[in-house]
């Protein structure tokens, strides 16, 4: 519900600049939800956001099989918080969204 309160928000008031001008107008509405029925008969998943996997995952091999498909991608970067110094955040190695991976994800 206040995913579509934003929605609302956004289409009354328009998207990006010059919206006084009527530009940045749409007008949205609710879709169905197509049936999804998550599969039990595969050995493998396929990753929906990026994913730090634990120690025991890559133990029990999720990165390997006949199948498995991945790249992974680097985070790092600074955060400049509001009034204090920057500070360099820790770089982290992640799965990227849509790898295949083998299953025994948690």
Known sequence: AWF???LNYLQDDGIGGERSAGYGAFIWSRMPSPP?????DS???MLLSRYYPTPQELQNSVLVGELT???LVDIGG?????G???RR????RLI???????????
Do not use: F
């Not at 955040?89 to 982290?92: E, G």
């Open 4 to 6: 579509e309160n934003i």
């Open 96 to 106: 990227e969204t849509g790898s295949i991976l083998r299953g025994g994800i948690t």
């Open 69 to 71: 498909s991945y790249e």
């Open 43 to 45: 050995d493998y998943v």
């Open 84 to 86: 204090k110094p920057a």
């Open 89 to 92: 955040r820790q770089r982290v």
């Open 78 to 82: 600074y955060v400049t918080p509001i």
């Open 36 to 40: 999804c029925q998550p599969s039990t």
